[in-house]
């Protein structure tokens, strides 16, 4: 399948270009979904990775060599993702951006007291990961990520191409209809690489004071903000 668009300008109207290419790339490849967005939004384009894996870095590494991929830097990540950024970095063609919040987290402590995660997680987010991201995306007209309908409940109705009104932005979903087989393929077959944890029962990769280990065959996420009804951060939402 090709699907092809003019290159937009500032005035044009994203949701037009949305609407026609959620239709058409539906049933298209992760990498036909990536090729057209690089090829519609040109440098106005990025990846977000949470680097649990580099599935969507390597896809989008093959099509676009030194494409920007933005890693939310929240100051309470587990080391084995700082590790993985770092090799990311020094594997694949790409310029990873480590994006921050405006607050170190002694001053977010300071400021707020310690223990936000705990007190009022939703805040913690949104000052850790929400705010920064946005920030971080002001220059680009778009971002590619690795979101997967089969992960929540919110997930399920994503599109592979998506108009994110509270941005003002295209959000592109290559990887939507993909299940955890299919991921789990594509690494095997790829030697792609892979953040550690998830050999250690950590299935889905956040914070490390808001992730616990998960039981075989218990939901993925259960172990996100256990027991606190939370299951999205903010960042995809």
């Known amino acids: 399948m090709t699907l092809t668009f003019e290159r937009p300008t500032a005035a044009l109207d994203l949701t037009d270009i949305v609407e026609s290419a959620a239709d058409a790339l539906e049933e298209a490849p992760a990498e036909e979904i990536v090729r057209w967005a690089i090829a519609t939004f040109g440098d106005r384009i990025c990846v977000t990775s949470s680097m649990k894996d580099a599935v969507l870095v390597d896809i989008a590494a093959k099509i676009r060599p030194g494409i920007d991929v933005l890693f939310v830097d929240t100051g309470y990540h587990f080391a084995e993702t700082i590790g993985t950024r770092d090799a990311v970095e020094a594997v694949y063609p790409v310029n990873v951006v480590n994006v921050t919040s405006s607050r170190t987290v002694a001053e977010q402590e300071r400021d707020l007291g310690p223990r936000l995660y705990g007190r009022n997680p ?3 987010c949104h000052l850790r990961k929400v705010e920064p991201l946005n920030r971080a995306l002001e220059p680009y007209l778009a971002w590619i990520t690795g979101i997967r309908r089969e ?34 393929a594509y690494i095997e077959e790829n030697g792609i690489l892979v953040n550690p944890l998830q050999y250690d029962g950590y299935p889905s990769i956040g914070c490390e004071p808001c992730t616990q280990r998960v039981a075989p065959g218990d939901d993925p996420r259960s172990g996100r903000w256990a027991g606190t009804g939370k299951s999205e951060c903010g960042i995809n939402l």
Do not use: F
């Open 151 to 184: 992960e929540t409940a919110h997930r399920r109705g994503a599109r592979v191409v998506e108009w994110n009104a509270s941005r003002g932005k295209v959000k592109v979903n290559p990887l939507a209809r993909w299940t955890h087989e299919q991921l789990g």
């Open 122 to 124: 939703d805040l913690c």
